[in-house]
């Protein structure tokens, strides 16, 4: 037991982001008492006294303006078909601080930006997208099933709009902050998104998230 409270921390022993030994903060963790306060605790000692809680120091959680952040939901999923580059460019102009997607590992090793584990809902295509090669996923149609309340059935149908790459939105999209949840595909999709995020310099600009642990 830590002394970390409300789910925040509960095992000193693993590095987290509150854990000074990862990002080198002074040896205090945060803990809210009952009482709703914050106070500083030294790992194995007692409260410290009412603090103001740390905020996160990585770049990508410095945000030039004191605004709620607004984070696109598989891009402007309301908008435009789901996790494809024209809703990821419609969050943006409708103002999103940051993109969230989600990432599968293709059978050839590619990450694509998906984020069911099948083909079914959002495309024309059928089966799993683990035991599909990225020459035939990028051919299908991504907007095949959207539907908006204001406009025909399917407009979005036979428009052009695909499954992109990973790698196709850094290169689409080299300003914007990406929040990437890791879905399925374990370490080689890890690997593969870290190498894509080093290959692009993204690491300040990119927050890669998992549901799961063995991601």
């Known amino acids: 037991h830590s002394g970390y409270h409300d789910g925040i921390h509960r095992d000193l022993g693993r590095s987290h ?5 990862a990002h080198d903060l002074p040896p205090i963790a945060l803990c809210r008492a009952q009482t709703g306060s914050w106070t500083g605790v030294r790992p194995g000692g007692s409260p410290t006294g009412p603090m103001v809680p740390y905020a996160i120091v990585h770049p990508f959680f410095q945000f030039p303006h004191q605004q709620p952040v ?14 494809t580059l024209l809703s990821f460019r419609t969050a ?8 969230e997607t989600d990432v599968h590992l293709c ?17 024309d295509g059928k089966g799993k997208i683990s035991e599909q090669d990225w020459s035939a996923i990028r051919l299908l149609d991504a907007g095949f099933h959207c539907q908006l309340e204001t406009t025909p059935a399917y407009p979005f149908r036979g428009r052009g709009h ?20 890791l879905k399925a595909g374990g370490e080689p999709l890890s690997q593969r998104c870290v190498e894509l995020v080093e290959a692009f310099a993204r690491a300040d600009t990119t927050l890669l998230t998992a549901g799961e642990d063995d991601q």
């Open 17 to 21: 982001p509150l854990d000074h030994r």
């Open 70 to 83: 607004i984070l696109g939901h598989r891009g402007a999923a309301g908008s435009a078909p789901e996790n």
């Open 92 to 99: 943006l102009v409708q103002g999103a601080d940051v993109i």
């Open 107 to 123: 059978r050839d090793g590619i990450p694509v930006l998906i984020h069911d584990p099948t083909l079914e809902r959002t495309t």
């Open 162 to 181: 695909v499954i992109p790459s990973l790698e196709e939105a850094f290169e689409a999209f080299p300003a914007a902050r990406f929040n990437i949840e």
